[in-house]
């Protein structure tokens, strides 16, 4: 779900930030946007700006009802 939201909406400089350093998976992109100051790191090419863009489009994600089970 993060995965699509963010193909979808991010910049090309984003999406290829993200494509480069295999971060498309949902648990890498939690970890970034909770700053996990290792895994940024690790990343090349993952500065303030990309950072700033990960953190707007999840913040401004729409989700969808969760059905209690």
Known sequence: MLVNELKSKASSR???VM????AY???V???LYFNDWSLIQSMRAYGRRTHE?????LNNMKVKELKKC
Do not use: A, P, T, Y
């Open 19 to 22: 494509r480069r350093n295999n």
């Open 14 to 16: 984003l999406n290829n």
């Open 29 to 31: 992109i939690i970890r």
């Open 25 to 27: 998976n949902n648990d």
């Open 53 to 57: 863009e990960l953190k707007n489009i």
